[in-house]
């Protein structure tokens, strides 16, 4: 198949590239910029006047639900969402069921998703035994299989030595550990940030401490073992400031945050609202603006969805009893376009967060648009606005905190290894 793209604003943070020109598709990768390779013949022409064409979106945190909670999402939903989203590549955390601790469990779950022909899958593999803590996992083996990286997903490790040795493991193979800063104990049965929201609506609270605890401890032992360690989910300002300590020190880390933390913070509870029932929790407005301009000044890596499908019997219950999390794959892009719009960011560096600087962090040889580069694209219309509504996400879960919001960027056309796997409807 070969593809001629013409006339879209090409946009590759990664090349520094900002330009309308054309793009030329052959077999699986770009083959040109600007001008037709000779004898390039177009068995299908995209005109993309008015669009954006850039690499296709990098999501580093999506949770796909497969194997085990099917009844909240599935592979062909969620796979479907994300290439509706503009989402070519996407890493999963290992907390499925059977968790992902097993190379034929991280193998099967790679050639189910390589079969649907959508989004690359990476899969984090698991980094103890069940996540329980206990014992690390065959990390090498994992490794093989398929798995970009480990972790322990939300669930805490209570036991340091252990931490310790899997980090001093890691570190000898070089195998990148993804952990999020959460303290097992403090705030352990909380639902809400320690502030004055949870006061007066009497939830149990979370206080910035258990993030702050959890991540001292992981920083030194990442500068006491050398291994590579991205903290997942940054969420308050004093967090994110030892993260800059840290590497004014030298230490090598680097972190993420949510595309719900970017926006939110926990006046957005309002009366209860289990949408806004995530982990970690909203935070303060103060933190939320900390977050938005630590990612704008780099100091945070990356952006993601943190896609967590949940399903109504999850959602539709008092708000301490709600199960936390949020729907996100298809909403990633048009909530960082807001971001940078909000923050008086150029296009290319506000779609860095989500394509070169997240490959770069997963370490993944994509989000570029480079001749020779996998032809991983999204084209999206930046001036076309639609309202987030249940009927118009494709992901089988439909609870979200951005409900009935107008959001800008609607995604026209995906391609994934040069074929076109998602193509917006005329007139929507």
């Known amino acids: 198949m070969k593809i001629h793209i013409k006339n879209g604003r090409v946009i590759d943070p990664a090349s520094n590239t900002d330009r309308v020109q054309d793009v030329f598709v052959a077999g699986s990768k770009v083959v040109a910029l600007g001008d037709a390779p000779g004898n390039f013949l177009a068995n299908r022409v995209i005109d993309a006047t008015g669009l954006v064409v850039c690499p296709g979106l990098v999501d580093i945190s999506a949770r796909l639900r497969e194997p085990g909670y099917e009844y909240r999402a599935t592979l062909v939903s969620e796979m ?25 469990l991280v193998e099967m779950l790679k050639y189910r998703a390589k079969t649907m022909n959508k989004a690359r899958v990476f899969p984090r593999g698991a980094l103890t035994v069940g996540l329980k803590g ?67 609506l009497g939830l149990t609270p979370i206080p910035v401490t258990s993030e702050t605890i959890a991540l001292a401890t992981i920083l030194q032992l990442a500068r006491d073992t050398g291994a590579r360690v991205h903290i997942a ?20 880390v680097t972190c993420d945050v949510s595309i719900n933390h970017l926006h939110l913070c926990d006046t957005d509870i309002g009366y209860f609202n289990p949408h806004c029932h995530l982990m970690p929790p909203l935070r303060s407005q103060s933190d939320r603006e900390a977050l938005r301009q630590g990612l704008a000044d780099g100091s945070i890596d990356v952006l993601c969805s943190d896609h967590t499908p949940v399903d109504d019997d999850g959602k539709q219950v008092p708000f301490d009893e709600a199960e936390p999390g949020a729907t996100g794959l298809e909403l990633l892009l048009p909530l960082t376009l807001k971001w940078g719009s909000e923050m008086g960011l150029p296009l290319a560096k506000t779609l860095s967060r989500i ?37 118009n996400l494709l992901s089988q879960g439909k609870n979200t ?3 009935g919001l107008e959001l800008p960027g609607k995604v026209r056309y995906t391609l994934v290894d040069g074929n076109v796997v998602f193509e917006a409807k005329p007139n929507t």
């Open 355 to 391: 394509t070169a600087d997240a490959a770069r962090v997963l370490g993944v040889d994509h989000g570029r648009l480079v001749v020779g580069a996998a032809a991983d694209l999204c084209l999206f219309d930046p001036e076309a606005w639609s309202r987030v509504s249940r009927e």
């Open 233 to 252: 989910r940054i969420s308050s300002g004093a967090g994110l400031n030892m993260v800059r300590d840290a590497r004014a020190h030298g230490l090598s």
């Open 401 to 403: 905190p951005f409900l």
């Open 134 to 200: 206990e014992h690390i996992t065959e990390m090498a083996e994992l490794t093989e299989a398929g798995c970009v990286a480990f972790s322990q997903a939300d669930t805490p490790i209570v036991n340091t030595e252990v931490l310790h040795h899997a980090l001093q493991y890691a570190a000898t193979f070089g195998f990148p550990v993804w952990l999020q800063p959460r303290d097992a104990f403090v705030g352990r049965k909380g639902v809400a940030h320690d502030g004055e929201v949870a006061t007066r």
């Open 80 to 104: 479907s969402a994300a290439v509706a989203g503009g989402v070519t590549s996407l890493a999963c955390p290992p907390d499925t069921d059977p968790v992902l601790d097993e190379p034929g």
